[in-house]
């Protein structure tokens, strides 16, 4: 029963985000198009930033509210792995990424772990303090915001699925979130 409505609550955040997260449903420029787009203006790189923090704000929130209210022992579906699927869900069905990587060296699952320059060294940079790393990219003509949030340790629940995160300290990332988004 509990996993079943975690997995409806789940479904339903997924169905939302995915299909109203932005305007961005419109047709993709052509290759000729692409290669004339100009350099993102501030003010919309500033609004891609906004759009990372309010998901970064809700999934975080997410995470938080499953764990506490459906994780009570070892064998519950860990929030973490929900939202790991959340993300791949999110990222297979929009022009939007989003991953959960690890920061501790000790990932929980293989495939959490930092894959190119930009999130190894933001992960670097979440350890020594920074609230959050990004950085603009333009694939294939088209402009994307790269950002990196921190993933602490933010209950005693988390420690039961991850018995290495027991002396992180308070504060202190074991893990990150991946976002890509467009910058429209």
């Given at each position: 029963m509990k996993r079943r409505l975690l997995f409806i609550s789940l479904a339903t955040l997924t169905l939302v985000l995915a299909s109203?997260?932005?305007?961005?449903?419109?047709?993709?420029?052509?290759?000729?198009?692409?290669?004339?787009?100009?350099?993102?203006?501030?003010?919309?790189?500033?609004?891609?930033?906004?759009?990372?923090?309010?998901l970064d704000n809700i999934f975080k929130q997410t995470i938080v509210m499953v764990t506490d209210k459906y994780v009570n022992d070892d064998d519950d579906f860990a929030a973490g792995s929900a939202a790991v699927l959340l993300f791949q869900k999110i990222s297979d069905e929009s022009d939007k990424t989003i991953r959960l990587i690890d920061a501790t060296g000790d990932p929980y699952e293989s495939a959490n772990v930092a894959k190119n320059e930009f999130e190894k060294k933001g992960i670097e940079k979440l350890k020594a303090?920074?609230?959050?790393?990004?950085?603009?990219?333009?694939?294939?003509?088209k402009h994307y915001l790269r950002a990196l949030t921190p993933v602490p340790v933010v209950m005693q629940k988390c420690v039961m699925c991850h018995a290495h995160y027991e002396d992180a300290k308070p504060g202190e990332p074991i893990g990150a979130i991946s976002y890509t988004v467009p910058i429209d």
């Amino acid at each position: 029963m509990k996993r079943r409505l975690l997995f409806i609550s789940l479904a339903t955040l997924t169905l939302v985000l995915a299909s109203g997260w932005n305007a961005s449903n419109q047709p993709r420029a052509s290759a000729q198009e692409a290669t004339e787009i100009a350099e993102p203006t501030k003010a919309s790189v500033e609004r891609s930033r906004r759009t990372v923090q309010m998901l970064d704000n809700i999934f975080k929130q997410t995470i938080v509210m499953v764990t506490d209210k459906y994780v009570n022992d070892d064998d519950d579906f860990a929030a973490g792995s929900a939202a790991v699927l959340l993300f791949q869900k999110i990222s297979d069905e929009s022009d939007k990424t989003i991953r959960l990587i690890d920061a501790t060296g000790d990932p929980y699952e293989s495939a959490n772990v930092a894959k190119n320059e930009f999130e190894k060294k933001g992960i670097e940079k979440l350890k020594a303090g920074a609230k959050s790393v990004d950085e603009v990219i333009t694939v294939d003509g088209k402009h994307y915001l790269r950002a990196l949030t921190p993933v602490p340790v933010v209950m005693q629940k988390c420690v039961m699925c991850h018995a290495h995160y027991e002396d992180a300290k308070p504060g202190e990332p074991i893990g990150a979130i991946s976002y890509t988004v467009p910058i429209d």
